[in-house]
């Protein structure tokens, strides 16, 4: 009889994991909204590197398979993944960037409802994608920013994200300046950082595609 009843509870346990979330805990993610049969689906993406790029790209191009074609990176990473384009030559602001990202390329970063978890029911999930941050371009205290020999609170300043007088980040115009100047066909990584108002982080890789 005890095996019975101990059977009986490890599947009804087996069937209610199945249909709740698979963590109670789960931190915010970065994903893209997806029509499919007419309902938004969430799509969960994944970070890529220049190197991950650059590895695919001589990978494509040294294949027999693909002689005279040209390595497309919209076929090779489909959805999943974030690419920006930007125009060779103009001006480039991650807040631009973000925009796209965001209105054009439905990318969206959610934070799931922790307060409760229903048996068989999708988890609700709040639109944290104005807490998202580009992280690349934000202007980092180092040595050279000060004369002589450090003090203790500029010591603890190194490393640090700069801020304004509003206490808002700011960005190093130097490196905003590289996709500019860079040519067509280079390629530039970015992080993004999005925190939920329980102070859990996340953040992914993406690539700035620089094209004519």
Request: charged share 25%; with cysteine; hydrophobic share 35%.
């Amino acid at each position: 009889m005890k095996k019975i009843l101990l059977f009986t509870a490890s599947i009804f346990l087996i069937v209610a994991m199945m249909g709740c979330p698979s963590r109670v805990n789960r931190g915010p993610s970065f994903n893209r909204i997806e029509i499919v049969n007419g309902e938004e689906v969430l799509l969960n993406l994944q970070s890529l590197s220049s190197n991950t790029f650059q590895r695919d790209k001589e990978a494509f191009n040294n294949n027999p398979v693909n002689e005279g074609e040209t390595f497309n990176y919209k076929d090779v990473y489909g959805d999943e993944y974030i690419i920006y384009e930007h125009t060779q030559g103009t001006v480039f602001h991650p807040n631009d960037m973000l925009n796209d990202l965001t209105n054009e390329q439905n990318v969206i970063a959610i934070d799931y409802i922790q307060d409760y978890v229903e048996v068989g029911a999708n988890r609700d999930y709040v639109n944290i994608s104005e807490n998202i941050l580009v992280t690349s371009f934000f202007d980092i205290w180092s040595e050279d920013d000060f004369d002589g020999e450090l003090t203790p609170d500029e010591e603890e300043l190194l490393g640090q994200i700069k801020t304004d007088s509003n206490g808002d980040y700011v960005y190093d115009q130097d490196k905003m300046l590289l996709p500019q100047i860079f040519s067509a066909g280079e390629v530039m990584e970015f992080s993004l950082l999005v925190t939920d108002d329980d102070g859990a982080e996340s953040t992914i890789s993406g690539l700035i595609i620089i094209v004519k």
